[in-house]
């Protein structure tokens, strides 16, 4: 599917809001890949259909996710927020028709992140915590550092989740705190 013809799918599939979102992280991934070398192409699709599942109703989150054999984990069953991400893997791969593994799990993966995450995954996560249209105390400060150091970036969007989580009094996904662990090992502190 050529990408015009899949964006247009997209903007049908989520509120005019979502989409505006969209391509603000279509538009910060593009420059991630750009800086750190990432393919252009790979990195458009995965952004363009992070978000796909977003404006999905819980009940829709979990008739898909069992129509397509997915096997949330408890923590994504119970915080219906974190579903989108792999319900939205499962529907562009089999409602865009999109067969990229990187790419399903780049879209997967973005709301928790993960131990050992690839390139494109790292630049989708962290594409959609700074795209234009976010403003929050911090952005400017992230967006800065995602252009000159992409995992100590990471790290900083990953503490960012883990304070509003906490903040929340919600659970937190053994993902995003492997995702840390490991780069924070890998780097340092």
């Known amino acids: 599917m050529d990408y015009k013809k899949l964006k247009g799918k ?7 809001k979502r989409y505006v979102h969209t391509l603000g992280v279509v538009e910060s991934a593009i420059d991630l890949a750009d800086r750190y070398g990432c393919d252009i192409e790979k990195t458009r699709i995965a952004a363009l259909c992070h978000d ?9 989150l979990l008739e898909k996710s ?22 939205g893997s499962a529907i562009a791969k089999f409602e865009l028709g999109i ?5 399903i799990s780049a879209i997967s993966h973005h709301t928790t992140g993960k131990k050992e995450m690839g390139l494109l995954e790292k630049i989708i996560y962290l594409s959609d915590f700074i795209e234009p249209g976010r403003d ?27 304070r509003y989580v906490l903040s929340l009094n919600s659970v937190l996904h053994p993902n995003t705190i492997e995702a840390r662990n490991n ?4 780097i340092g502190g």
């Not at 997209?10 to 005019?16: A, D, G």
């Open 52 to 60: 796909c599942a977003k404006n999905l109703t819980r009940e829709e």
């Open 183 to 186: 780069l924070i090992m890998k």
């Open 136 to 162: 929050y105390t911090g952005v400017e400060e992230l967006r800065k550092l995602s252009m000159v150091d992409l995992d100590r970036a990471l790290i900083m969007a990953f503490d960012n989740t883990i």
């Open 10 to 16: 997209v903007k049908e599939m989520i509120s005019h």
């Open 99 to 103: 067969d990229d593994e990187e790419i």
């Open 66 to 87: 069992e129509r397509y054999g997915l096997d949330l984990d408890e923590i994504v069953f119970y915080e219906t927020q974190l579903m989108h991400g792999p319900v």
